[in-house]
């Protein structure tokens, strides 16, 4: 089963508007990251978050942690056409199995011209 | 370019039979693991390894074994296929073994069994 579930499932935006992507996870994290992959391709990687920060930003990314709530959020701000992908949270558990990379079922953005 | 290459790019085969995939992780990076990608399953970690040794085991089926070479280059190797093995792997690298921390993905090899 999955940790972390993106939401929502898909999100169609004009150019240059801010694209907000949610990620909820179950269980205690050491870090949440986001990869973005373009159609069919490899993920790469956005950001990661450690679990004792609360905000990050990178470039025209920002993400937030509310740890408290088990949820995350990506913002992706004045967005572009080149920007259409599939979004993924995937969180690092902190015990055993659950340390390695969990991925959600991810958000596909797509960014209307 | 994240520089870790995966070969082949696509691999059509029929059930029963068995493949290996290939993959070179990034310069300097000592880990590598291996994910499988389908429409149903979504992106599920099946292992890793480190430094040449299995440091930790995910969704794999008993079917599919890996290993990590004194170069650090990696194998999957995928036995009595079936239908449903259908999907995209990737590799990916990282520079230490311990949490996850970024971690850099290759183009994948599309796996198609008929």
């Known amino acids: 089963s999955q940790q972390g579930e993106e939401d929502p499932q898909a999100l169609s935006i004009q150019e240059g508007e801010n694209a907000t992507m949610n990620c909820s996870y179950k269980?205690?994290?050491?870090?949440l990251q986001w990869y973005r992959q373009n159609s069919g391709r490899g993920l790469v990687h956005l950001i990661l978050?450690?679990?004792?920060?609360r905000e990050k930003h990178s470039g025209r990314l920002r993400v937030t942690l509310d740890t408290s709530k088990k949820s995350s959020s990506l913002l992706i701000t004045a967005s572009r056409a080149a920007d259409t992908a599939s979004y993924f949270c995937a969180t690092a558990g902190i015990s055993g199995s659950a340390r390695q990379l969990t991925f959600g079922s991810g958000t596909q953005l797509t960014v209307l011209p | 370019d994240s520089g870790v290459t995966q070969t082949p790019k696509h691999l059509i085969t029929a059930t029963g039979q068995r493949v290996t995939l290939r993959c070179s992780p990034r310069?300097?990076?000592?880990?590598v693991y291996w994910y499988q990608q389908s429409l149903d399953q979504g992106l599920q970690f099946l292992i890793q390894y480190y430094n040449g040794e299995e440091r930790a085991k995910g969704n794999i089926l008993e079917r599919f074994s890996a290993q990590q070479f004194p170069d650090l280059h990696s194998e999957l190797n995928l036995s009595s296929l079936e239908l449903g093995d259908s999907a995209l792997y990737f590799c990916a690298s990282s520079a230490t073994g311990g949490f996850p921390d970024t971690q850099y993905f290759g183009p994948g090899t599309r796996l198609t069994v008929l």
């Open positions: 978050i450690r679990s004792n920060e």
């Open positions: 310069s300097g990076d000592l880990s």
């Open positions: 269980t205690s994290i050491n870090n």
